[in-house]
């Protein structure tokens, strides 16, 4: 009983896997990610249109004010704004393929991290790259996801 469980949840997994028009690409032959992201990312485009979001940051959109309190307030409201234009566009957190994070101080990787990963589903992380940049900002983060069809 317990093999034809296992055999239908890797079928299931297989099937939903291969439908999905993005999937994560994760090799042992290449360094093991550091951080929520993913190797790579493969997309099927024939299944949805790319969105490319500018680059975010921490403004609240009802009052305009600018909240850098910390990098976990400045990342989360970084994030809902990508969150918004995600929906505006038809599409979520599940198909996002790539984020580009700047930092003002890399030293605020381990915060920014800790708020970023509650975002995505456990190991389905959008390819990324994080670097320190000469800005006023703590945080400012942008994005390509898909707009499944």
Not at 53 to 82: F, M, W
Not at 115 to 133: E, S
Request: glycine share 6%; hydrophobic share 45%; net charge positive.
């Amino acid at each position: 009983m317990k093999r034809i469980f296992s055999f239908l949840f890797c079928y299931l997994l297989a099937i939903s896997v291969y439908a999905a028009p993005v999937t994560v690409i994760n090799t042992p032959k290449a360094a093991k990610p550091l951080g929520a992201y993913s190797q790579g990312i493969v997309t099927d485009l024939s299944k949805g249109k790319l969105l490319f979001i500018s680059g975010q940051v921490a403004i609240d959109p009802k009052t305009g004010k600018l909240h850098e309190e910390d990098i976990k307030i400045a990342t989360r409201y970084t994030l809902n704004n990508i969150e918004a234009i995600l929906k505006a566009a038809g599409s979520d957190w599940q198909y996002v393929v790539r984020m580009d994070v700047f930092l003002k101080d890399f030293n605020d990787w381990d915060g920014m991290n800790e708020v970023y990963i509650k975002r995505f589903a456990v190991g389905h992380y959008p390819a990324r790259q994080t670097v320190q940049v000469g800005m006023e900002n703590l945080v400012e983060i942008s994005a390509i996801a898909m707009v499944p069809n």
